[in-house]
């Protein structure tokens, strides 16, 4: 297998301290936004889950502190009475047996707490997510692939479920238990303390340049996820395509470059990540060792420091040792869920960047009310669909224009046809009349009203477009029909389906208008689909129609049903339309010539035949001289 070459990062050590730096900064903060969100939704639960963990743990703190008093008041006078009495012992016993019953009481509360806060957050986050990417320009998903948006929404989501479930209240527990059992060893032993500490230091610091290591990797293997579910999504739409051209040997092999990426910058992560928890429990036993040596030179011997005299029970170095587990235990739990902690720190700051995503602007002020434009002034006029072009320049991006003072002058009513190669501009006019993407110069009117000044909501609700690619939800015929407006009743539906020639068709179908649509409608030739896309803005009844490419996957009869259909449609409407077949606008009221983005010639279709300019040459084919 060939091995891709991988971007490590900086080697240096100022670059490399640098951007670890920097990382850690912002993975810091990303996690406090993420632990302010759960709290704002979830304080009560929070709160009742911190007073869980401290009843759990200091149940457990007292069964261990026990111990000592177990081996010194219990059983090391019980091995010298001659009489041994067991009654006191017993009764002891069974009180430390309900109060280690109500820390698994605890313990199986607050698990089953975080359980309903992880579930809880990701229910929000979720749907939080999902109404930010509703608001977001087209421009948005022209730079991200739609598995890179799939990928936020499962796998980065999901590590922060399992962060939240478990690791939240891991760290959570580990500090009420480090400092509970920290003060109990000071009233134990000093010096026995200071040895615990001395191996709790070297853990920490065991664990954090681990975790320096690997952080990087955590996050190049949540980006490399994300590009093999884009790849994936790609394949699977495209499949027709691979096999066509015979592309599946090509596809395979691109496949295992990118999958390969992922298992390397997963392979890293867990490599060392996966150590830390083994190295810390060697480094636990080591000290616990350490701790006997000591504990027994004191026991044994008569020590004294500073007029204070040391001198321990067998109890209490029983005792101290399975404190010292209580007190380096939670940093090996802390560092077991090092892997979740980092995968939810990158995982969080993807969520956060598409909730963080800058939605469409809409200054607009004008509405839409039964079928008047409402002013901010209160005045009202009917909506006559009316649309203007004047200076309009436009690019995509700052550096690239593409439309160069377009001027368009229409009436109410009347079919506009824009005609012209590949790429002179005419989808992307189509897109400005939408407000997909706003202009960089002059202005665009509707019904003498700058669209600026229209809300965006109320402008798109005036107008409708049948585009080339057609999307099919899933749901029924007639919900997919009924998608142009909600409103509309199923004999609405059925009439708009009848007025474009979708009607036949549909009844031949398994359960006619009831029959369920999956897959974008991949039971359906494209021509069907597009009988659907038709139907869809015939129900939706606006002012405004626009048609891009609306018959492009319509054979010959079936595009003149529709053509029919199409002209009732129009009656009475603006239309706006876009046809390589140049026979379906030769009817239009202006015919408007594209080329590379100016607008080359317009007029009708006698017109411009007689202009023997680019027209001509479109229609007829014939080479001008």
């Known amino acids: 297998m060939r091995q891709p070459s991988f971007d490590r990062g900086p080697r240096g050590p100022r670059g490399a301290n640098a951007g670890f730096q920097k990382a850690t900064k912002q993975q810091k903060q990303v996690m406090m936004r993420l632990f302010g969100f759960v709290m704002k939704n979830y304080k009560f639960s929070i709160l009742t889950v911190l007073v869980c963990i401290v009843v759990s743990s200091i149940t457990s703190l007292f069964s261990t502190l026990f111990t000592r008093t177990l081996i010194d008041d219990y059983i090391m006078p019980l091995t010298q009475a001659a009489n041994p009495e067991y009654a006191s012992l017993l009764q002891t016993l069974f009180k430390l047996g309900l109060i280690l019953l109500l820390g698994v009481i605890a313990s199986y509360a607050y698990n089953r707490l975080m359980i309903n806060v992880s579930q809880g957050t990701m229910l929000r986050l979720r749907k939080q997510i999902f109404e930010r990417m509703e608001q977001l320009p087209i421009s948005y998903f022209d730079t991200h692939s739609h598995g890179e948006l799939m990928s936020v929404y499962t796998n980065d989501v999901d590590s922060l479920r399992q962060m939240i479930s478990t690791a939240m209240a891991q760290v959570f527990s580990s500090v009420i238990t480090i400092v509970a059992t920290f003060t109990s060893m000071i009233v134990l ?49 495209g499949q027709k395509v691979v096999k066509v051209f015979c592309h599946e040997q090509q596809a395979i092999s691109d496949f295992e470059d990118i999958n390969e990426r992922l298992r390397f910058s997963a392979y890293n992560a867990n490599k060392i990540a996966n150590i830390v928890m083994p190295v810390n429990g060697n480094l636990g036993n080591l000290g616990y060792v350490l701790l006997a040596v000591v504990g027994a030179a004191i026991a044994i011997g008569d020590w004294s420091l500073f007029g204070y005299h040391f001198s321990l029970s067998l109890g209490t170095i029983v005792a101290f040792l399975q404190l010292n587990k209580s007190f380096t235990q ?50 009202c006029h009917d909506v006559q669909g009316d649309v203007d072009f004047r200076d309009v ?28 190669g590949t790429g ?49 939800f899933t749901g029924t015929v007639l919900d997919n029909i009924r998608y142009g407006c909600l409103d509309a009743t199923d004999e609405d539906c059925v009439r708009a389906a009848q007025l474009v020639g979708a009607h036949e068709f549909i009844l031949r179908l398994a359960n006619g208008y009831q029959t369920v649509l999956q897959g974008d409608g991949g039971n359906l030739s494209q021509g069907e689909r597009q009988l659907l896309a038709i139907a869809r803005a015939a129900v939706a009844n606006p002012p405004v129609l626009i048609l891009d490419e609306a018959t492009s996957s319509i054979d010959t009869r079936t595009e003149q049903l529709v053509q029919r259909g199409m002209d009732t449609i129009m009656q009475g409407r603006t239309t706006f339309v876009i046809a390589h077949r140049l026979s379906t606008v030769r009817n239009a009221d202006q015919i408007i010539v594209l080329d590379h983005g100016r607008i080359a010639e317009h007029g009708t279709h006698e017109e411009l035949l007689a202009l023997r300019g680019q027209y001509y040459q479109l229609y007829t084919g014939n080479q001008i001289d």
Do not use: C
Request: hydrophobic share 40%.
């Open 424 to 472: 002179a501009g005419k989808t992307t006019i189509i897109n400005l009349i939408n407000r997909f993407y706003d202009i960089q110069k002059g202005e665009i009117l509707y019904d003498g009203i700058p669209i600026t000044d229209i809300q965006k909501r109320s402008l798109r609700r005036s107008m409708t477009i049948v585009l080339q690619e057609t999307h099919l």
């Open 189 to 237: 032993s000093v010096p026995l303390t200071l040895v615990s500490i001395f191996i709790a230091v070297v853990m920490m610091i065991t664990t954090t340049k681990l975790g320096k290591w690997s952080r990087g990797f955590f996050r190049t293997q949540q980006e490399s996820l994300a590009g093999v579910n884009g790849f994936i999504e790609e394949m699977m739409t």
């Open 330 to 379: 939670p940093i090996s739990h802390v560092s077991q869920q090092i892997n979740s902690v980092l995968n939810a720190s990158v995982g969080a700051e993807r969520v956060f960047a598409l909730g963080d995503a800058e939605p469409e602007v809409d200054e607009g002020t004008v509405t839409l009310k039964d079928g008047q434009w409402s002013m901010a002034n209160g005045q």
């Open 393 to 420: 320049d436009f690019g995509y991006v700052p550096e690239k224009q593409v439309l160069f003072d377009i001027d368009i002058n229409t009436n109410p009513g009347q079919k506009i046809a824009f005609v012209g």
